[in-house]
C-alpha cells in the first residue's frame, strides 16, 4: 500500500538550488564578461604621451602614424608597434688618433631624439629604439670622433676643446639627418691620453719651468752684474774728480778745519823741528 500522507509531504516540500550550482553560474558570466572586455579592448590602442604609433596592416607599415591618444584598429588585421619621440640620452666610450698620432679616448654624451613625422619611415628602415642605437647612432658616433679628432693635435684638442665639439656636433646632425634623428646636444665628458703621452706632457711642463728657472737666475745675475758696473764706474768717477780737486790748497783748508789750535809738542834727540804756521795756513795766490 501507499502512504498517501508521505507522498503529499514530499510534494509540499520546496525545490532550493544547489550553491555549488549557483557558484559555478556566477564564474562563468565572470568568465564570459572577461572575454567580452577583452574582444573588446583588441579594438582599440592607446598611444602614451612621448610616443608614436607605427600602424601596419598585415605587418605593411602604414603612412598615417598615430599620436597621442585612442585609435581604432581591426584584430588580426592591424597591429601597432610604438616609438619613443622623447629625448633620449646615449653615452659611448671612443678612441681615435690625433694629427700628431697620439691616442685620444673620449666620453661621448649624445642627446637625440626620432623626428615624430618620421616614426613610421624609421621603423621600416632600421626597426624599434635598440635598433636605431646599434646600427645607427652608436656607429656615427665613432666615425665622427675618429674624423674630427684627425684635424687636431693632441695639445689642440685640449686647448680648443670647443671648436673640436663644435665640429663633433655639426658632424652628427649631418650623419643622422638622413636616417630622421635629430641632435639636441653633444657633450665630451671625458678627454684623455695614453700614459706615455703624459708622461711626455709632464716632461715638456718640468723643462719648460726649469727654462723659465734658468732665464730667470740669468737675468737676476745679469742685472746684478749691471749694477756691481754701475757702481765701480760711480766710484771711479767719484775718484777722478776728487783728484782733479784735491789741491795743496784745499788739503791745508782741510787741515785748518780739523786743526784745534794747539802746536805739537815734539821731544827727542837731535835738532828740534818747528811747524811753522804759515804752513798750515792757505797760500796767497
Same mark, same amino acid.
Not at 604609433?53 to 598615430?66: A, K, N, P, T, Y
Not at 646615449?90 to 688618433?97: L, R, V
Not at 654624451?109 to 613625422?117: E, K, Q, S, V, Y
Given at each position: 500500500m501507499v502512504d498517501l500522507n508521505n507522498t503529499g509531504d514530499r510534494a509540499a516540500r520546496p525545490v532550493t538550488a544547489s550553491p555549488l550550482g549557483s557558484g559555478a553560474t556566477l564564474a562563468a558570466w565572470i568568465l564570459l564578461a572577461l572575454l567580452a572586455l577583452a574582444l573588446v579592448a583588441s579594438f582599440? *590602442?592607446?598611444?602614451?604621451?612621448?610616443?608614436?604609433? *607605427?600602424?601596419?596592416?598585415?605587418? /605593411?607599415? +602604414?603612412?598615417?602614424? !598615430?599620436?597621442?591618444? !585612442? &585609435?581604432? !584598429?581591426?584584430?588580426l588585421v592591424d597591429s601597432v608597434e610604438t616609438l619613443s619621440t622623447r629625448v633620449q640620452k +646615449?653615452?659611448?666610450? #671612443?678612441?681615435?688618433?690625433s694629427k700628431d698620432l697620439q691616442d685620444v679616448f673620449s666620453d661621448v654624451?649624445? $642627446?637625440? &631624439?626620432?623626428?615624430?613625422?618620421k616614426a613610421n619611415v624609421v621603423y621600416r628602415q632600421i626597426g624599434d629604439e635598440p635598433a636605431v642605437v646599434r646600427s645607427? *647612432? $652608436?656607429?656615427?658616433?665613432?666615425e665622427i670622433i675618429k674624423?674630427?679628432?684627425?684635424?687636431?693635435t693632441a695639445e689642440e684638442v685640449i686647448t680648443q676643446r670647443d671648436q673640436v665639439k663644435a665640429e663633433v656636433d655639426a658632424g652628427l646632425r649631418s650623419r643622422l639627418a638622413p636616417y630622421n634623428l635629430a641632435v639636441d646636444d653633444v657633450s665630451l665628458t671625458t678627454i684623455h691620453f695614453s700614459q706615455q703621452f703624459r708622461e711626455a706632457v709632464e716632461a715638456k711642463q718640468i723643462a719648460v719651468q726649469e727654462a723659465k728657472q734658468a732665464e730667470f737666475v740669468a737675468k737676476k745675475a745679469l742685472r746684478q752684474?749691471?749694477?756691481?758696473? $754701475?757702481?765701480?764706474?760711480?766710484?771711479?768717477?767719484? &775718484?777722478?774728480? !776728487?783728484?782733479? #780737486?784735491?789741491?795743496?790748497?784745499?788739503?791745508?783748508?782741510?787741515?785748518? /778745519?780739523k786743526w784745534d789750535g794747539r802746536l805739537?809738542?815734539?821731544?827727542?834727540?837731535?835738532?828740534?823741528?818747528v811747524i811753522e804756521l804759515d804752513d798750515l795756513l792757505p797760500s796767497k795766490e
Open positions: 582599440w *590602442v592607446v598611444i602614451p604621451a612621448g610616443e608614436r604609433g *607605427v600602424w601596419m596592416r598585415f605587418g /605593411q607599415v +602604414q603612412e598615417e602614424i !598615430l599620436a597621442e591618444g !585612442l &585609435h581604432f !584598429l581591426l584584430p +646615449q653615452e659611448i666610450a #671612443t678612441e681615435a688618433a654624451a649624445l $642627446n637625440w &631624439h626620432i623626428l615624430p613625422d645607427i *647612432v $652608436n656607429p656615427a658616433i665613432e674624423a674630427v679628432m684627425a684635424h687636431y752684474a749691471e749694477i756691481e758696473i $754701475n757702481l765701480a764706474r760711480g766710484t771711479a768717477e767719484a &775718484h777722478k774728480i !776728487l783728484l782733479e #780737486t784735491l789741491t795743496p790748497s784745499v788739503l791745508r783748508y782741510e787741515a785748518l /778745519q805739537p809738542m815734539i821731544s827727542g834727540e837731535g835738532t828740534s823741528t
